[in-house]
């Protein structure tokens, strides 16, 4: 098993959700398979290696990381704005909106890249390469695939998060 810290949760997410956002939405739920996942991945990692060398380095993940921060923080704000208008039921405005946002994360936090970049470089030489970055999500793409068929279905998605809720 592999540590499942913030860090690396936030580059699941990351990993998981980004191409999603460019493709356009399926018609119905697709079924998540092992090699869509392993595209997915190496899309993202891709997208993170500006430099294009095959390899992430601690600026390349900081920027990553302060991209989706930027983005979860937008989303927050924007859930935010829609809880004032169901809050403010009476519509009398005694809850101002500027009261309401300042409820809202102001700051994400300073990332740096440096403690994902401990947790995902393997072989400590500074550096992030795709097998080190794709590593953590195909093995929990796995311990869900119990069956190895490389297919993620409903049963084993919902014992998946029967598990999570233990």
């Known amino acids: 098993m592999f540590n499942t810290s913030v860090p690396l949760a ?6 998981v959700a980004a191409p999603a956002a460019s493709a356009p939405a399926p018609a119905a739920q697709t079924i998540p398979t092992r090699a869509a996942l392993g595209k997915n991945i190496d899309a993202n990692f891709k997208a993170i290696d500006t430099n294009g060398d095959g390899v992430l380095s601690a600026a390349e993940l900081t920027a990553a990381e302060t991209k989706g921060l930027q983005q979860r ?3 927050a704000r924007a859930r ?25 994360p102001q700051n994400a936090g300073n990332p740096n890249g440096a403690a994902l970049l401990a947790q995902l470089d393997k072989n400590k030489d500074g550096k992030v390469t795709v097998d ?7 093995a929990r793409f796995d311990s869900v695939d119990t069956n190895h068929d490389g297919t993620i279905s409903a049963t084993e998605r919902q014992a998946a998060q029967a598990q999570r809720k233990r």
């Open 132 to 138: 080190e970055y794709r590593a953590p999500v195909m």
């Open 73 to 75: 923080l937008g989303a």
């Open 10 to 15: 936030a580059l699941i997410a990351i990993a």
């Open 80 to 104: 935010l704005d829609g809880e004032f208008t169901k809050l403010d039921t009476n519509k009398d405005g005694q809850l101002s909106r500027a009261e309401f946002m300042a409820a809202a």
